[in-house]
């Protein structure tokens, strides 16, 4: 959806138009979930959490002001304010166990979908150890593809702060990689 399509339905939608928000929602609503989802881990969890952002926007939707970046930005402002809520309403950090107890075994007989599933699992537990700001930008660059200019829009922040993080954030997902054992080069062969 271009960006002039997009002002219109937030202008109706605003104006109290159903079928308009339905439109926004139909646009956005699965790149918000996988944002939550990764945030998260949890299908359930991140379905609640999803429905809960456009909750939060239809009741914001009358103070929301354009100022020149997608609307898909301002809902990432909410999901990610939800979920920090969530962890501070369960009083605890995203990852759930140390990132250097984790240990990945791979014999060569090993099913690709077992050492996949591993991957994944060290992968997702070595990014809940980043700050906030590093899994947005580990998130909003790595799985939803955005480009450098997107992101800083979406996170406020200029292009040359959103490089600085995502160095800082790459090299401590390397670190703790490193730290659990894993060889990052037969990792990057396995993902692909």
């Not at 909003?140 to 200029?158: D, P, S, T």
Request: net charge negative; glycine share 6%; hydrophobic share 40%.
């Amino acid at each position: 959806m271009n960006r002039t399509e997009e002002q219109r339905l937030v202008a109706q939608a605003q104006r109290g138009n159903s079928e308009a928000f339905a439109v926004l929602y139909r646009e956005n609503v699965q790149a918000i979930y996988r944002y939550v989802y990764h945030r998260v881990s949890d299908r359930h969890l991140a379905e609640d959490i999803t429905g809960d952002v456009f909750t939060k926007a239809i009741e914001g939707l009358g103070r929301y002001q354009d100022t020149g970046n997608p609307f898909l930005a301002w809902l990432y402002r909410i999901a990610h304010d939800r979920v920090i809520d969530y962890y501070r309403k369960v009083n605890r950090q995203p990852t759930e166990s140390d990132i250097e107890e984790q240990s990945i075994p791979i014999e060569s007989d090993m099913d690709s979908g077992l050492v996949q599933e591993q991957i994944s699992s060290v992968l997702q537990t070595a990014i809940a150890d980043l700050t906030p700001e590093q899994q947005q930008v580990v998130m909003l660059r790595f799985v939803e593809g955005y480009r450098i200019e997107k992101v800083a829009g979406i996170m406020g922040k200029n292009a040359n702060a959103i490089k600085a993080l995502q160095h800082r954030a790459l090299r401590a997902l390397a670190n703790r990689l490193e730290r659990a054992g894993v060889d990052i080069e037969s990792m990057m062969a396995g993902l692909t």
